[in-house]
């Protein structure tokens, strides 16, 4: 079993950035591919960033290539994601996930975080 907790959500304007992080605790953390979801209001969750356990591969949706970048401290059980110049249609609740393949933390991860609320004003 693993438990994420997300954190570094908040009221942005458009334009500026936000810092999401990700505590896991549990099995070992650094087997595990990892990723974030965002899911807005009727609208379908969608993945927004993946990286394997290894780091090796990334995956970012058009949407946001270039102004997302996730990121890993393995040594602290983390995973973060960086999200720059964020636009108002970014305003979601954003999720942590963790999988045991790097496929399936992009498609059907095993574990889910809490959520955090991402808010961007125009």
């Known amino acids: 079993q693993v438990q994420l907790v997300e954190s570094g959500g908040g009221l942005v304007q458009a334009g500026g950035s936000l810092r999401l992080s990700c505590v896991a605790s549990?099995?070992?953390?650094?087997?595990?591919?990892m990723g974030w979801f965002r899911q807005a209001p009727g609208k379908e969750r969608e993945s927004v960033a993946a990286r394997s356990w290894s780091g090796g591969s990334t995956y970012y949706p058009d949407s946001v290539k270039g102004r997302f970048t996730i990121s890993r401290d393995n040594a602290k059980n983390t995973v973060y994601l960086q999200m720059n110049s964020l636009k108002p249609e970014d305003t979601a609740v954003y999720y942590c996930a963790a999988a045991e393949t790097y496929y399936k933390v992009k498609t059907d991860p095993d574990y889910w975080g809490q959520g955090t609320q991402v808010t961007v004003s125009s």
């Open positions: 549990g099995r070992t953390f650094s087997r595990y591919a």
